[in-house]
T-cell receptor, first 116, second 112 residues
């Protein structure tokens, strides 16, 4: 499977616990995005990486959220001290940027987080 | 502030009908407009995309119409099938491609 892979697919956690999600992008893609989607809404941008550099972060990304992409390959998104409002689908996408052009962004299947 | 406005929120058509979903944007810097299809519990899947240098793009049963002066674009699904029942999102990005702005989605139901 050469698509974007996300793990785990589902995560149930107690409020206050920390959780970490992983995303493996399409191998030749140098851009990686994290989005959050709540029920009945479109995906909302959280952050993106160009190779290993985190170039932009949304105001939605509070200080409890941190994302990394070591070596410009896979990425992790960690949420500390989870709150019930963090319950959502967390989506990862990847694309290729070459010079001034960027290709289509392909999404993974998402990680569904439920905070109880 | 919603960068991309999408309508209708939901749509029901008979099999074989042609549902049309509309989107509008304000930022004239946007230069890439994809449509995504999403089934429950799955991630969005890229369906078709257009850039502003063309007014129409067709791929299979899916067609995007683009009106640059009106800052609007729409998705047409020809000969719709029950398997097309899903939520459809339009999106837009600027030349840097640093993020995609999504519409609020249209839930499509195709009745057999």
């Amino acid at each position: 499977d050469t698509g974007v892979s996300q793990n785990p697919r589902h995560k149930i956690t107690k409020r206050g616990q920390n959780v970490t999600f992983r995303c493996d992008p399409i191998s030749e893609h140098n851009r990686l995005y994290w989005y959050r989607q709540t029920l009945g809404q479109g995906p909302e941008f959280l952050t993106y990486f160009q190779n290993e550099a985190q170039l932009e972060k949304s105001r939605l990304l509070s200080d409890r959220f941190s994302a990394e992409r070591p070596k410009g390959s896979f990425s992790t998104l960690e949420i500390q001290r989870t709150e019930q409002g963090d319950s959502a689908m967390y989506l990862c996408a990847s694309s290729m940027r070459q010079g001034v052009k960027h290709t289509e962004a392909f999404f993974g299947q998402g990680t569904r987080l439920t905070v109880v | 502030q919603q960068q991309v406005k999408q309508s209708p929120q939901s749509l029901i058509v008979q099999k074989g009908g042609i549902p049309i979903i509309n989107c509008a944007y304000e930022n004239t810097a946007f230069d890439y407009f994809p449509w995504y299809q999403q089934f429950p519990g799955k991630g969005p899947a890229l369906l078709i995309a257009i850039r502003p240098d063309v007014s129409e793009k067709k791929e299979g049963r899916f067609t995007i119409s683009f009106n640059k002066s009106a800052k609007q674009f729409s998705l047409h699904i020809m000969d719709s099938q029950p398997g097309d029942s899903a939520t459809y999102f339009c999106a837009a990005s600027n030349p840097t491609g640093n993020q995609f702005y999504f519409g609020t989605g249209t839930s499509l139901t195709v009745i057999p």
